[in-house]
């Protein structure tokens, strides 16, 4: 993937880096920290026009910044200021989240109908006949219930949902709490010795996944029953 640009702009100054694309999403997302850096510029130069060729003063930097850190201002631009993404690789990221919110549907929901999953290839079809656009930048899950409300007039269609009761030893609590912050619960209680007990609702196909991370934060100790209706 060829260098581009990174962009941030502080009042009203700009300030651009070329940097390596696929090192420097990884920094944005999280993957990659500071000491990676020197591996994702291309130049320790900073623009305040790259195309026309014009440097940023240290005066300038220093006073947008605080420092004149090469690593650290770097950082702060990739992060927090855009990258100028080649068209190829917005439309290859584009189709790989359409893929992710149409396998998410495919596994997830079904015809309330008749109670029958629908295929990805029928998924594919509504979405394109109801004109769904599909925001990249959004989480593929955020997305595919985003999707689901806007096809509802093509596609009679609802997410199919199961309901868990799970109880977590008290030594694995803290380890396994924060896997409930994006998770539908219903109850939460505490039992007389220490273990937490939870009511929650997830769509059908996220179950498996949901029990392989919950048994590999409470090393399997976790007890969990399906709620039947």
């Given at each position: 993937m060829p260098n581009i640009i990174a962009r941030l702009r502080i009042k009203n100054k700009v300030f651009e880096?070329?940097?390596?694309?696929?090192?420097?999403?990884?920094?944005?997302?999280?993957?990659?920290?500071?000491?990676?850096?020197?591996?994702?510029l291309a130049t320790d130069v900073i623009f305040t026009d790259h195309k026309k060729g014009l440097k940023a003063s240290g005066?300038?930097?220093?006073?947008?910044?605080?420092?004149?850190?090469?690593?650290?201002?770097?950082?702060?631009?990739?992060?927090?200021?855009?990258?100028?993404?080649?068209?190829?690789?917005?439309?290859?990221?584009?189709?790989?989240?359409?893929k992710q919110v149409i396998d998410f549907l495919a596994k997830n929901c079904m015809d309330p109908r008749t109670n029958m999953p629908y295929t990805p290839t029928m998924i594919e079809?509504?979405?394109?006949?109801?004109g769904v656009k599909i925001d990249e930048n959004r989480d593929p899950h955020e997305?595919?219930?985003?999707?689901?409300?806007?096809l509802e007039s093509k596609l009679p269609i609802k997410i199919a949902k199961k309901r868990l009761s799970v109880t977590i030893p008290p030594e694995y609590v803290g380890r396994a709490y924060t896997l409930?912050?994006?998770?539908?619960?219903?109850?939460?209680?505490?039992?007389?010795?220490?273990?937490?007990?939870?009511?929650v609702t997830l769509p059908a196909g996220m179950q498996l996944?949901?029990?392989d991370k919950l048994n590999g934060l409470t090393k399997g100790s976790a007890l969990t029953q399906e709620i039947k209706e």
């Amino acid at each position: 993937m060829p260098n581009i640009i990174a962009r941030l702009r502080i009042k009203n100054k700009v300030f651009e880096i070329l940097v390596d694309c696929d090192k420097s999403l990884d920094l944005k997302k999280g993957k990659l920290d500071q000491k990676a850096i020197p591996n994702i510029l291309a130049t320790d130069v900073i623009f305040t026009d790259h195309k026309k060729g014009l440097k940023a003063s240290g005066s300038e930097i220093k006073e947008s910044f605080g420092t004149e850190n090469i690593n650290e201002v770097a950082e702060r631009i990739i992060k927090y200021g855009e990258l100028e993404l080649p068209q190829e690789y917005r439309e290859k990221m584009r189709a790989m989240k359409i893929k992710q919110v149409i396998d998410f549907l495919a596994k997830n929901c079904m015809d309330p109908r008749t109670n029958m999953p629908y295929t990805p290839t029928m998924i594919e079809t509504a979405i394109k006949e109801a004109g769904v656009k599909i925001d990249e930048n959004r989480d593929p899950h955020e997305q595919a219930l985003l999707v689901i409300k806007q096809l509802e007039s093509k596609l009679p269609i609802k997410i199919a949902k199961k309901r868990l009761s799970v109880t977590i030893p008290p030594e694995y609590v803290g380890r396994a709490y924060t896997l409930f912050q994006n998770i539908d619960k219903e109850k939460e209680e505490w039992l007389n010795d220490g273990s937490m007990k939870c009511i929650v609702t997830l769509p059908a196909g996220m179950q498996l996944e949901f029990f392989d991370k919950l048994n590999g934060l409470t090393k399997g100790s976790a007890l969990t029953q399906e709620i039947k209706e």
